[in-house]
């Protein structure tokens, strides 16, 4: 099934064509209209030269004038091979469809509605004929009925005509067309942009991302660079105005050759203050007792540090390189890039 984009937005048309799979465009006096073109001929020479395929309007009230009006544009210096002039079903209009045909020009019979505008278009030779889905929905036909018709007419008959689902306003028009089996669909960019959407696959993902940074980074690539640290020879007050300045809940203490003696957090202090009062504040903090920090050599892999995690039921893990604190590790970095 060919995919076209369905537009006359150039941001829009330069980002779905960066995909670089799209086969062509389709645009229409209005959408060009509702963009503020002036210079029709100009836009569409320039979409010219950046789609494969593009379709436009050849419009005219008898077959003459929309062969004229189509001789006309590609005289602008389209490529005949990759453009498709589109004309709204009518009798005259099939008989332009015929008579473009037979110059090897390609042609979209659109605007249809019925079947029967469709066979007259197929049986004209029309290289696309294009019914209006969303447009008979919102008139409350049964669009989807059509185009299933359109496509066995098709089929049975021979004729080598593509049907192409257009007027498209929702991801579940697509799988309509997928499922009759048209030749062409065009869409909007925001319809397209939704079709490789689904939470499954985002979940699924997302854990596999996780994982595999949990397999390939280091923890010293993860650490999130807060590195507060006092010296076994300071005081609880100036460990506590350290914490607050890196905002953070701990502070590493460390002996004059930087390795570590413990580490201080603000639980820590909320018991000392309970237990001994307001007096400890000036008390050294080599004075105080600590339990064996949880720590990890910078060089470990992530994987290694979520099993530490696990383990030992904290949040943060001391992070040292050498025996001397290097940072901290919190529980969410494992997460997070």
Do not use: W
């Amino acid at each position: 099934m060919e995919l076209y984009l369905d537009s006359a937005n150039m941001k829009e048309i330069e980002e779905g064509f960066k995909l670089g799979f799209l086969d062509g465009l389709t645009t229409t006096p209005t959408f060009m209209q509702r963009e503020g073109v002036t210079d029709i001929d100009g836009t569409i020479l320039k979409l010219s030269k950046i789609v494969p395929v593009l379709q436009i309007e050849a419009l005219g009230n008898t077959a003459e004038e929309v062969v004229k009006e189509a001789h006309r544009q590609l005289d602008l210096g389209l490529d005949p091979k990759k453009t498709v002039f589109k004309v709204p079903v009518s009798l005259e209009a099939v008989r332009a469809c015929y008579l473009l045909r037979k110059e090897g020009l390609l042609v979209n019979v659109h605007l249809v509605y019925t079947l029967q505008q469709a066979y007259m278009a197929m049986h004209a030779g029309a290289t696309y004929v294009c019914p209006l889905v969303g447009r008979l929905q919102d008139q409350g036909h049964d669009a989807l009925a059509l185009v299933e018709q359109c496509v066995e007419a098709v089929d049975h008959y021979g004729y080598n005509t593509k049907v192409m689902f257009s007027s498209v306003r929702h991801n579940e028009h697509v799988r309509n067309a997928i499922n009759m089996g048209v030749h062409t669909i065009t869409l909007p960019l925001k319809v397209l942009k939704s079709l490789t959407d689904n939470n499954f696959t985002t979940v699924g993902t997302e854990q596999f991302l996780r994982d595999t940074r949990l397999m390939t980074v280091r923890v010293k690539e993860a650490v999130n660079g807060i590195n507060p640290l006092v010296s076994v020879d300071a005081i609880l007050r100036d460990a506590i105005v350290k914490m607050t300045e890196y905002g953070f809940g701990s502070v590493s203490v460390v002996h004059g050759d930087g390795t570590v003696k413990g580490v201080f957090t603000d639980g820590d202090l909320r018991r000392l203050l309970q237990k001994e009062g307001e007096h400890i504040l000036g008390k050294k903090m080599g004075d105080l007792e600590y339990k064996t920090p949880v720590s990890i050599e910078a060089g470990t892999l992530l994987n290694d540090a979520a099993g530490l995690f696990k383990k030992t039921n904290v949040d943060t893990i001391l992070v040292t390189e050498n025996g001397k604190p290097i940072g901290m590790l919190d529980i969410q970095d494992l997460k997070n890039d």
